[in-house]
């Protein structure tokens, strides 16, 4: 079974950077597509990117456009989302998502693979 494991959360001032990663492990296909959420407090469970296996498909949702960077390290199965320019409004609990095959997967209900989410907490 995929197992997503994110790491690199944490507390940053507006303005500054954090790079989050997302280790998978356990697929057996090599189409798949890797995608980053987030949740902040009473809010719906947002989809801000993704990345294709081969990495020549990325997405980015208007909120982060600009500021976010997707990217994989297919040798390491891990997936990064550079965060720059960080503001108050992107503090949220962040996961990733796997889903196999191709194309767009933009809603969280194409994603059937999720981590345990990590905390950014953006202080103005």
């Known amino acids: 079974e995929v197992q997503l494991v994110e790491s690199g959360g944490g507390l940053v001032q507006a303005g500054g950077s954090l790079r989050l990663s997302c280790a998978a492990s356990?697929?057996?296909?090599?189409?798949?597509?890797i995608g980053w959420f987030r949740q902040a407090p009473g809010k719906e469970r947002e989809g801000i990117s993704h990345i294709s296996s081969s990495g020549s498909r990325k997405y980015y949702a208007d909120s982060v456009k600009g500021r976010f960077t997707i990217s994989s390290d297919n040798a390491k199965n891990t997936v990064y989302l550079q965060m720059n320019s960080l503001k108050p409004e992107d503090t949220a609990v962040y996961y990733c998502?796997?889903?196999?095959?191709?194309?767009?997967?933009?809603?969280?209900?194409?994603?059937?693979?999720w981590g345990q989410g990590t905390q950014v907490t953006v202080s103005s």
């Open positions: 356990g697929f057996t296909f090599d189409n798949y597509v």
């Open positions: 998502a796997f889903d196999y095959g191709l194309g767009s997967r933009v809603s969280e209900y194409d994603y059937d693979y």
